[in-house]
């Protein structure tokens, strides 16, 4: 075990790969020649690098056609990514506004950032979820959402678990349960995705809903 943990800390710790990981966070499959651009490199040293992280099964890759995509080979590994800047130190300035990917942004299929944190405290100010776990409350409120709780808990992944937010040091919700909330607001318009980067933009439907179901000002 300690062996293999010096061997997955090696890999993440080259430059290179920790770009690779960290751009993967987006949540979509990327091709070696997107990555190599995001890391700056020649095709062939991320070819190198890809073959590596695929070996450690930290990644996986699928072919379409001509192409091929890399992705995380599991969403633990994501967590795990995500988990890893925490341990940065933060930022201490007299104005430290919100860029956009700490103010809103995903956590590989979920949301984050400061509004992920205060959309979690108005659900469990609201008691929708309490000890982070979904009250009866709250299994009311999510089917008026439209999602189907008992299915969520099908899945073969955590329904719904804390997950500490790397640039607000506190909590957000993840999980099938915050990825179906992530889904419903992008298919509704509330939200919308940002070219290259994790960042998310709220739409005005989206801040009428968000102060509606949330009782949020954003």
């Not at 984050?112 to 009866?136: C, H, N, P, R, Y």
């Not at 008026?144 to 329904?159: A, P, T, V, Y």
């Not at 719904?160 to 992008?186: F, N, Q, V, Y």
Request: with cysteine.
């Amino acid at each position: 075990m300690e062996s293999r943990f010096k061997e997955i800390a090696a890999l993440i710790g080259d430059p290179t790969r920790a770009t690779i990981m960290w751009v993967l966070l987006d949540g979509k499959a990327f091709t070696a020649t997107e990555l190599a651009i995001a890391a700056d490199t020649s095709p062939q040293n991320i070819s190198m690098h890809l073959n590596k992280l695929v070996q450690a099964e930290l990644l996986c890759v699928e072919s379409q056609g001509r192409h091929k995509y890399y992705k995380f080979s599991s969403k633990d590994i994501a967590y795990a990514i995500e988990g890893l800047a925490n341990i940065i130190p933060p930022v201490t300035t007299k104005k430290n506004p919100d860029s956009p990917v700490t103010y809103c942004r995903t956590c590989y299929d979920h949301l984050a950032g400061k509004v992920g944190v205060m959309i979690t405290d108005s659900l469990i100010q609201q008691k929708i979820i309490v000890d982070f776990e979904v009250s009866k409350k709250g299994e009311k409120w999510f089917a008026e959402q439209g999602l189907d709780i008992n299915e969520l808990k099908q899945q073969r992944r955590s329904f719904l678990r804390s997950c500490l937010d790397w640039s607000e040091r506190r909590p957000h919700i993840a999980g099938s349960l915050a990825t179906a909330l992530l889904d419903k607001m992008l298919e509704e318009d509330w939200v919308r995705r940002t070219k290259n980067s994790r960042a998310i933009v709220i739409t005005s439907k989206g801040q009428k809903n968000l102060y509606h179901h949330f009782k949020l000002t954003v």
